[in-house]
């Protein structure tokens, strides 16, 4: 199937779900992005205006004109405006609850054959597909992008229990389309990527903990040492230590002991050090 072919939809015009709508913008496809708000909406065209400037995300891509990437992307605060995508990935808050209510809500809107995909980092995809009906749940499948969505190459994969062949197939192409390198993953709680990163994070706050080295010091071991281009501590930072809490609390309830998060990044958050934009984080 040609680019041209390709309504693509994305629901959630956050960090994630604005950046998977322009990569997608970015691979030619005809894009529709939605939020509850039109000024959520607005901020996140700005924010892509911004990324397509600073010229990353336009080098992989080897893409065109500012105006002609951006006018690919249309916005929406109607739900019902996606009854025509092919293709619709739900990129809402991390909580199941919310998930099933915007999942529900497109099962109703959208044609029988539209491909249902979801961007979540930690709930299995099975729970997810559960909130459709039965006849789409062949078409339904997680796609765990990575943040920055316009930089980072890799994408999670992982089919839920009824997902079919075609489906993967389907979605790994498109990932393809989009610029990125897609991995097929077991659907388990945490997928890959979440379970070893998130050993490594409260790893890292131990050793703070025990007072073995710096939080600074750790980064610079992580990058110089292992060869990783940022360090935990920085990267906890950059996605909020309070998504990495809510992130090891799913992953301790499902495995146990190796991820219960450390009393530290309890107490940090507790105390609303959780870094992000404008506030104070492990190294500001």
Not at 8 to 35: K, N, P, Q
């Amino acid at each position: 199937m040609s680019h041209s072919q390709w309504k693509i939809g994305v629901v959630g015009a956050g960090l994630m779900g604005a950046e998977i709508a322009f990569v997608h913008a970015l691979a030619g496809h005809e894009v529709l992005l939605t939020d509850r708000t039109d000024e959520a909406l607005d901020h996140a065209m700005t924010r892509l205006s911004t990324i397509y400037d600073k010229g990353a995300a336009r080098s992989i891509y080897n893409t065109g004109k500012k105006s002609t990437v951006l006018s690919a992307i249309r916005t929406t605060t109607d739900l019902g405006d996606f009854a025509d995508r092919d293709m619709v990935t739900e990129a809402v808050f991390e909580k199941e609850e919310v998930k099933a209510e915007v999942l529900g809500a497109l099962d109703k809107v959208c044609k029988p054959d539209c491909l249902f995909a979801t961007n979540t980092s930690t709930i299995p995809i099975s729970v997810l597909a559960s909130f459709v009906a039965p006849e789409r749940r062949e078409r339904f499948v997680g796609t765990h992008y990575f943040s920055p969505v316009s930089r980072m190459k890799l994408v999670e994969v992982i089919p839920a229990i009824e997902t079919s062949e075609e489906t993967v197939e389907t979605v790994m192409e498109l990932c393809r389309m989009a610029g990125k390198t897609p991995i097929r993953i077991k659907d388990v709680t945490g997928f890959a990527v979440n379970r070893l990163l998130h050993v490594l994070m409260i790893e890292a706050v131990r050793l703070v903990e025990e007072e073995v080295a710096t939080p600074e010091d750790i980064d610079m071991a992580c990058k110089l040492g292992l060869g990783h281009p940022m360090g935990p501590f920085e990267l906890m930072d950059a996605t909020t230590s309070s998504l990495c809490l809510q992130a090891q609390q799913i992953m301790f309830d499902a495995y146990g002991e190796r991820f219960r998060p450390r009393p530290l990044l309890k107490q940090r958050v507790q105390a609303g050090y959780v870094g992000g934009k404008g506030r104070p984080g492990w190294r500001s």
